[in-house]
C-alpha cells in the first residue's frame, strides 16, 4: 500500500526518454507499483480533443488565446510548441494538486521540459529512460505502423538528439527488458523514500 506524501517527504520526479523507449508502458507500471502514491502530471494543450479524451484526464485543453495568457501569467513550469503550431505545457498548478493528495509529482516529459524543470527543482528525481540502441528504438517506432517513412527519419534523428542529454539526468535506465527497467527504477524511488 502507497503512503502518503508530507511536506517533508514530497518530492518531484521527471522521467524523460525518446520516442520508442517505452515510456508509456513503464509509466503505466510505475503508477500501480511504486511504493508511494505518484500523481501524473497532466499536460495542457492546445490540439483538439481526441474521441473519448476527457478535459483534466488526459489534457487540459485550452485555446491558444487561453494557453499564452496563461504563459504570460507564468502559470507554466514548462512548454514547448510541438507541431504545426500546437503548443504543451505543465502547468506549475500540478505540483501542487499532487502535494494537496500527499503524493509525490510525477512529471512524464520532453527533455526540454525536463531541463527547465531541473533548474526550478534542482532536488528533483529526474530519470532518463534509454532505449537499448538505436535499432531497438528504430524497431519499436516501425512496428507501431503509424508513420510516414519521412516523418519516421525526423523521429529517429531527434531520438538521437535526446539521448545526447541523458547525461543531465541524475538517473539513467536502460529499458532493454521491461521488467529489469521497471525494478530499478522502483529501487531509484525507494531509496529517495527512504532517504527522506
Not at 19 to 45: D, F, Q, Y
Not at 64 to 69: D, G, K, P, R, S
Not at 95 to 113: H, K, M, P
Not at 170 to 183: F, G, Q
Amino acid at each position: 500500500m502507497s503512503e502518503s506524501a508530507t511536506p517533508e517527504t514530497f518530492r518531484v520526479v521527471v522521467l524523460s526518454g525518446p520516442s520508442g523507449s517505452g515510456k508509456t508502458t513503464i509509466v503505466e507500471r510505475l503508477l500501480r507499483e511504486a511504493p508511494m502514491r505518484l500523481v501524473k502530471s497532466v499536460s495542457a494543450t492546445t490540439r483538439s480533443p481526441r474521441v473519448g479524451e476527457v478535459d483534466g484526464d488526459a489534457y487540459y485543453f485550452l485555446t491558444l488565446e487561453e494557453f499564452q495568457a496563461r504563459r504570460l501569467r507564468d502559470e507554466f513550469l514548462e512548454t514547448a510548441e510541438v507541431y504545426q503550431g500546437l503548443w504543451y505545457g505543465t502547468l506549475k498548478s500540478e505540483i501542487d494538486r499532487a502535494r494537496q493528495l500527499g503524493g509525490w509529482s510525477f512529471l512524464e516529459i520532453d527533455v526540454q521540459g525536463a531541463l527547465r524543470v531541473m533548474e526550478l527543482y534542482p532536488e528533483a528525481i529526474t530519470i532518463f529512460l534509454a532505449p537499448p540502441s538505436m535499432e531497438v528504438c528504430e524497431q519499436r517506432l516501425r512496428d507501431r505502423g503509424t508513420e510516414s517513412e519521412e516523418i519516421l527519419q525526423r523521429r529517429l534523428k531527434k531520438v538521437a538528439e535526446e539521448l545526447s542529454y541523458a547525461n543531465r539526468y541524475k538517473s539513467t535506465v536502460v529499458n532493454d527488458e521491461l521488467d529489469r527497467a521497471v525494478a530499478e527504477i522502483l529501487l531509484l524511488l525507494q531509496s529517495q523514500q527512504n532517504a527522506a
